[in-house]
């Protein structure tokens, strides 16, 4: 069986300290088709041909952003691609092949940062579902979001 595309989603802001590390580290550890879609603001045009899919606004929150990137991937995709929200100074050190096994036994799999006063929603420096299941809940990273 065919290993479903994965779409990545990320923010970069104002360096360019991250965006070839954590393009070389996805490249790496993540089998099958890569599709990486960015906000580059303040981040050198020298970097944009990392990403397949390049957006800019400084005039967007961070979570605006995330959802802009959601959508143009939910857009393009098929529900059974797979979906990887990772914050621009977030990279993986090691095969993530485990990690997406785990969307057999979950729908979706992510950091949870508990400390955050009991915050339900899931932390986007690592989260990752079908592009199905994003739709199904009407994803979203709106702040209060459930």
Same mark, same amino acid.
Request: some cysteine; hydrophobic content about 40%; glycine content about 6%.
């Given at each position: 069986?065919?290993?479903?595309? &994965?779409?990545?989603? #990320? %923010? +970069?802001? @104002? /360096?360019?300290?991250?965006?070839?590390?954590? $393009? /070389?580290r996805l490249r790496e550890h993540l089998p099958g088709q890569l599709t990486l @879609?960015?906000?580059?603001?303040? $981040? /050198?045009?020298?970097?944009?041909?990392?990403?397949? +899919?390049? @957006? /800019?606004?400084?005039?967007?929150? =961070? +979570?605006?952003? *995330?959802?802009?990137?959601?959508? +143009?991937? %939910?857009?393009?995709?098929?529900?059974?691609? *797979?979906?990887?929200? &990772?914050?621009?100074?977030?990279?993986? &050190?090691?095969?993530?092949?485990?990690?997406?096994?785990?969307?057999?036994?979950?729908?979706? $799999?992510? $950091?949870?940062?508990?400390?955050?006063?009991?915050?339900? !929603?899931? =932390?986007?420096?690592?989260?990752? #579902? #079908? %592009?199905?299941?994003? !739709?199904?809940?009407?994803? #979203?990273?709106?702040?209060g979001a459930r």
């Open positions: 069986m065919e290993q479903p595309r &994965i779409h990545i989603a #990320t %923010v +970069h802001w @104002y /360096s360019d300290e991250w965006a070839q590390l954590q $393009v /070389s @879609y960015a906000f580059l603001d303040g $981040v /050198s045009a020298e970097l944009a041909p990392l990403f397949d +899919h390049i @957006y /800019s606004s400084e005039d967007m929150t =961070h +979570h605006e952003k *995330l959802d802009v990137l959601a959508g +143009h991937i %939910v857009d393009r995709a098929e529900p059974g691609d *797979l979906l990887l929200f &990772i914050d621009g100074d977030a990279f993986p &050190i090691a095969d993530l092949g485990p990690m997406l096994q785990k969307l057999q036994d979950a729908p979706l $799999v992510a $950091v949870k940062r508990e400390e955050n006063f009991g915050d339900q !929603q899931p =932390h986007p420096c690592f989260c990752l #579902t #079908t %592009v199905g299941f994003w !739709q199904e809940i009407q994803g #979203t990273w709106r702040p």
